[in-house]
């Protein structure tokens, strides 16, 4: 299945498909809370969609030893 879209949401990251019949699938993942986006004193952790950067993604599917020289 092709992707259909991939976004940074701050707080989580999400991978979106279409299956055989053409529902739409979402693939989502939440960040660790100390890496979410930090909002001013008194207000609330906003949410955005931003483009997710898939070669970043991929590159943390190869062993540690593979990525500390790139």
């Known amino acids: ?3 259909s ?3 940074d949401h701050g707080v ?3 991978l ?3 299956d ?3 529902n739409g699938v979402e693939l989502y993942w939440d960040r660790a809370k100390e890496d979410w ?3 001013q004193p ?3 952790v906003e949410m955005f969609v931003h ?3 898939l070669e970043d993604l991929l590159a943390e599917l190869k062993p540690k030893e593979d990525r500390d020289g790139d």
């Open 1 to 3: 299945m092709p992707l």
């Open 37 to 39: 986006p930090q909002p």
């Open 5 to 7: 879209g991939a976004s």
């Open 16 to 18: 979106y498909l279409d």
């Open 20 to 22: 055989p019949d053409g």
């Open 51 to 53: 483009p997710l950067d």
């Open 42 to 44: 008194g207000q609330k």
């Open 12 to 14: 989580s990251e999400a």
